[in-house]
Nanobody, 114 residues
């Protein structure tokens, strides 16, 4: 199993910004579609943002206009810039391939609260 390592989560006030990072040292990283997911207690994990191997991008509706996903194939990393954060964005955020591999990293906690 290749460790996926998410970082950058924090407690932030509504309207604030965060940049999440994911180290994904997968062999052949550049050919994979990658994504950010999030999960809150008692809910299914949901895909938040997707970036394909050829850099096509998509977001869940609630993230459009606020989140930006990017990737750096040389570093085998993906990023999620989150602006104008809302309390509903509070969750543990994970990165993975899309479709996801059967194992996950520890995630990074994002808490949006005043």
């Amino acid at each position: 199993q290749v460790p996926l390592a998410e970082s950058g989560g924090a407690l932030v006030q509504p309207g604030g910004s965060l940049r999440l990072s994911c180290a994904a040292p997968l062999t052949g990283f550049s050919i994979y579609n990658m994504a950010w997911y999030r999960q809150t207690p008692g809910k299914e994990r949901e895909l938040v943002a997707l970036i394909t191997h050829d850099r096509k991008i998509d977001y869940i509706d609630s993230a459009k206009g606020r989140f930006t996903i990017s990737r750096d194939n040389t570093k085998r990393a993906i990023y999620l810039q989150m602006n104008n954060l809302e309390p509903g964005d509070t969750a543990v955020y994970y990165c993975n391939r899309s479709p996801a591999m059967p194992y996950w990293g520890q995630g990074t906690q994002v808490t949006v609260s005043s």
